[in-house]
DNA sequence: TTGCGTGCAAAGGTTTTGCATGGCA
DNA sequence: TGCCATGCAAAACCTTTGCACGCAA
């Protein structure tokens, strides 16, 4: 599905990277940062256009979390976009910035209610919920 | 809550608009182009100004669709800070990029779950799922 | 008169793009 | 050798901010 026509050695690196960092989330200038002391630093364009086609071929999910700050990106391996896998969501937390997995099959129960009455596809890979967190909640005295 | 200390020309203005829109989503170009060609045309800093006044008045919500694309608001009317009301959410599709307005119960539903067993106050009025909506899914013939 | 609101223009940050070069096949 | 990928720098985009002026109270 991705046109990974040419192999270089920018895409290893930046793969390599993307395996450590299974199962959280990341901005693409963390990417930066991370090569960035190294021998081999990758360009700003070379990221964002290695980002964009891991997404496009599903193996990487692009999180809009706010848009004053960097898009999040996440590393969900191989290509998920038969939805067959896991539906686990994001939760953007509005008062401390977490952002929270959440693996609920109260989720998938929408998932498919949304499907069968509504129509919709939902990407569970793209949304995010915005709320306020378990552990904010608590703290709430004031607000 | 706002601290509307001065009534402007340009915020009676402004709310009239977002009354017409109520119901509707519109971004800050909208507003822009909406009072362009009149004689009262407002400025760029003063349609952001008010706007995130209002947002913070909770009588206006602020939607972060896409990172390419601008944010998107939408009038509520008098402050929903309780967030007793109604629980629409929004759908982005990802084909045609509509933006779908939602009323079900099955996310009241969500809602009450995600609170009680997870302890996360979901915010509606911020949450935006990513889809491919009823229309699309029809006219899926490739891809 | 006081000081908030306005508006222009410039700055801010993230992401994209043009173009010449480098490297894979 | 052919062509994609890279990387630098510049551009694009939306949004915010500085500053002087205007206007509400």
Redesign the pocket.
Known sequence: MI?????????DL?LSFLKETAGTHF???DVKKHFEGSE??????????????LVADGRLVKY?ID?????CFEYTGESVKDDSQTHHFHIKCEKCGALIHLDCEELDHLVSHLKENHGITLNPLRTVFYGICDKCSKNETSN
Chains 1, 2 share one sequence.
């Open positions: 046109k990974a026509t040419y192999k270089t050695r920018q895409q930046l901005t693409a200038e081999n630093p990758l360009g700003n364009a070379t990221i964002y256009r290695q980002l964009e086609k809009v848009e004053k700050s960097a898009a």
